[in-house]
């Protein structure tokens, strides 16, 4: 055994003369050639510096998970939240903070008056899906953003619902609001499934036709005048998806359009409930005189318009908010009062304009869950908002997958997700990330130039 281990010293003392012996070499050839063409050679330099900027700035632009798995082998950790502290900045191997997720693989088997919600992973976007205690079922937007951010696909979204819809039918589909990434898959969900009632936007859709495909414009041209009717406000939105979508559901037989306006702050139009089973869905909708005044003409307005709902069951409440922000969230509460909640789908994906301090400290949550991706335009979500969630336990489905809340019919609750990761981890902004991320790439560069300089 012991000449065994010699020569395996031998085999590596080997191989690190023959790596010092190369690296010699290369260095003798550098300087060889700076000598016979100095101005060539210093070219070539500046050109492989160039070359590997260039690059660089490709990989971290245009393909940010890359990106995320060079840095975190650099750094030897897992991507993606896998390895508790292994995606924090500079890779805290110190973080002791509470680890959750990585509890939830195939189909649940909703209990006996149970309640669950289903945050589904979609990237940056919202897709949102309830099992009522009384067996019913809810979608609540159903989009993602476009590559190369994010890699869902429809499929993705369809085989999840059908794996627990299998009777084919939906009691309840709303569309919060009109954005690509709540929207964009919603009018195949609609098209799929036998739907009961759809809650849409008080806002007609206005698309240019000539971007319509031919079976697009036929489906939109279709819709009867009487439920174009029902939009009276002047204000439209004219993007494809929401077009999609808008003929989707006007065109769907046997299913009642409900639009998402309140007639008064002392009103609220949809209400979801059961007597027996005792749960109740009510949303707080903007109002006639909200959609008045407002002109829907940039992003902020767009996503005011989305309804906070407050889904009450066994003494617990969860509350939805679409893309909700400092626009709407005040009118809320000043319609609501204070109210204890437990649980906080947090809202514009983590937005540093939504879940204002003020709006916290009137619902004062216990857990919050956001649905976010790597998007590096967004950069959701944002290190105000979280900070603000300081006392509050996250989960977020860049983080931990797809998350699945329950309660019970004792009021206990659990979540399941995905993938694990630690609350640190789900307290740092993607923004925070990012700037962390762009300091090692100048970092490494600077060093590269360095390192060239020094050979040459």
């Given at each position: 055994?012991?000449?065994?281990?010699?020569?395996?010293?031998?085999?590596?003392?080997?191989?690190?003369?023959?790596?010092?012996?190369?690296?010699?070499?290369?260095?003798?050839?550098?300087?060889?050639a700076y000598k016979a063409n100095p101005k060539a050679f210093i070219i070539s330099v500046v050109a492989?510096?160039?070359?590997?900027?260039?690059?660089?700035?490709?990989?971290?632009?245009?393909?940010?998970?890359?990106?995320?798995?060079?840095?975190?082998?650099?750094?030897?950790?897992?991507?993606?939240?896998?390895?508790?502290?292994?995606?924090?900045?500079?890779?805290?191997?110190?973080?002791?903070?509470?680890?959750?997720?990585?509890?939830?693989?195939?189909?649940?088997?909703?209990?006996?008056?149970?309640?669950?919600?289903?945050?589904?992973?979609?990237?940056?976007?919202?897709?949102?899906?309830?099992?009522?205690?009384?067996?019913?079922?809810?979608?609540?937007?159903?989009?993602?953003?476009?590559?190369?951010?994010?890699?869902?696909?429809?499929?993705?979204?369809?085989?999840?619902?059908?794996?627990?819809?299998?009777?084919?039918?939906?009691?309840?589909?709303?569309?919060?609001?009109?954005?690509?990434?709540?929207?964009?898959?919603?009018d195949k969900i609609v098209e799929d499934f036998d739907v009961d009632n759809i809650y849409m936007p008080?806002?007609?859709?206005?698309?240019?036709?000539?971007?319509?495909?031919?079976?697009?414009?036929?489906?939109?041209?279709?819709?009867?005048?009487?439920?174009?009717?029902?939009?009276?406000?002047?204000?439209?939105?004219?993007?494809?998806?929401?077009?999609?979508?808008?003929?989707?559901?006007?065109?769907?037989?046997?299913?009642?359009?409900?639009?998402?306006?309140?007639?008064?702050?002392?009103?609220?139009?949809?209400?979801?409930?059961?007597?027996?089973?005792?749960?109740?869905?009510?949303?707080?909708?903007?109002?006639?005189?909200?959609?008045?005044?407002?002109?829907?003409?940039?992003?902020?307005?767009?996503?005011?318009?989305?309804?906070?709902?407050?889904?009450?069951?066994?003494?617990?409440?969860?509350?939805?908010?679409?893309?909700?922000?400092?626009?709407?969230?005040?009118?809320?509460?000043?319609?609501?009062?204070?109210?204890?909640?437990?649980?906080?789908?947090?809202?514009?994906?983590?937005?540093?304009?939504?879940?204002?301090?003020?709006?916290?400290?009137?619902?004062?949550?216990?857990?919050?869950?956001?649905?976010?991706?790597?998007?590096?335009?967004?950069?959701?979500?944002?290190?105000?908002?979280?900070?603000?969630?300081?006392?509050?336990?996250?989960?977020?489905?860049?983080?931990?997958?797809?998350?699945?809340?329950?309660?019970?019919?004792?009021?206990?609750?659990?979540?399941?997700?995905?993938?694990?990761?630690?609350?640190?981890?789900?307290?740092?902004?993607?923004?925070?990330?990012?700037?962390?991320?762009?300091?090692?790439?100048?970092?490494?560069?600077?060093?590269?130039?360095?390192?060239?300089?020094?050979?040459?």
């Amino acid at each position: 055994m012991a000449k065994k281990s010699t020569n395996t010293n031998s085999k590596s003392n080997g191989k690190a003369q023959s790596s010092k012996t190369a690296a010699t070499q290369a260095k003798k050839a550098a300087k060889k050639a700076y000598k016979a063409n100095p101005k060539a050679f210093i070219i070539s330099v500046v050109a492989i510096i160039l070359v590997v900027a260039i690059a660089t700035a490709v990989v971290y632009f245009a393909f940010p998970d890359t990106w995320d798995s060079i840095i975190s082998s650099i750094k030897g950790n897992k991507p993606g939240g896998d390895t508790p502290g292994g995606d924090t900045p500079g890779g805290d191997s110190t973080d002791t903070s509470k680890v959750v997720g990585g509890n939830l693989s195939g189909t649940l088997i909703r209990q006996e008056g149970e309640l669950l919600f289903h945050m589904l992973n979609v990237g940056q976007g919202d897709c949102l899906y309830i099992q009522f205690p009384d067996g019913s079922d809810m979608v609540i937007d159903g989009g993602t953003t476009k590559k190369p951010y994010d890699k869902f696909s429809y499929k993705d979204v369809s085989n999840y619902l059908k794996r627990y819809i299998t009777d084919g039918k939906i009691e309840h589909i709303m569309l919060t609001h009109t954005d690509e990434d709540h929207v964009s898959f919603l009018d195949k969900i609609v098209e799929d499934f036998d739907v009961d009632n759809i809650y849409m936007p008080y806002v007609l859709a206005t698309p240019d036709l000539n971007k319509l495909s031919a079976t697009q414009l036929a489906a939109f041209e279709k819709i009867p005048q009487n439920k174009k009717d029902m939009f009276k406000d002047p204000d439209t939105v004219s993007t494809v998806p929401y077009a999609k979508f808008f003929a989707a559901a006007l065109n769907k037989e046997d299913c009642t359009i409900h639009l998402n306006m309140d007639d008064d702050d002392n009103t609220n139009n949809i209400v979801i409930d059961d007597a027996v089973t005792a749960y109740e869905l009510k949303f707080y909708c903007s109002t006639k005189d909200d959609y008045a005044k407002s002109k829907l003409s940039g992003a902020e307005e767009l996503n005011a318009v989305s309804p906070i709902g407050i889904l009450s069951y066994q003494n617990r409440k969860i509350m939805f908010t679409g893309d909700s922000n400092k626009i709407n969230e005040p009118r809320v509460v000043q319609r609501t009062g204070k109210i204890d909640c437990d649980v906080l789908k947090v809202g514009h994906h983590g937005s540093e304009t939504s879940s204002t301090q003020a709006f916290l400290d009137a619902y004062t949550f216990e857990f919050a869950m956001i649905s976010c991706g790597l998007h590096q335009g967004h950069k959701h979500p944002r290190q105000d908002a979280l900070d603000r969630m300081a006392n509050i336990e996250v989960y977020r489905t860049d983080k931990n997958g797809t998350i699945v809340l329950s309660v019970d019919k004792r009021g206990e609750m659990e979540f399941k997700s995905e993938t694990t990761s630690t609350q640190k981890q789900n307290h740092i902004g993607y923004d925070t990330v990012l700037k962390k991320q762009s300091e090692i790439a100048k970092q490494n560069l600077a060093c590269l130039f360095f390192n060239t300089r020094i050979a040459a």
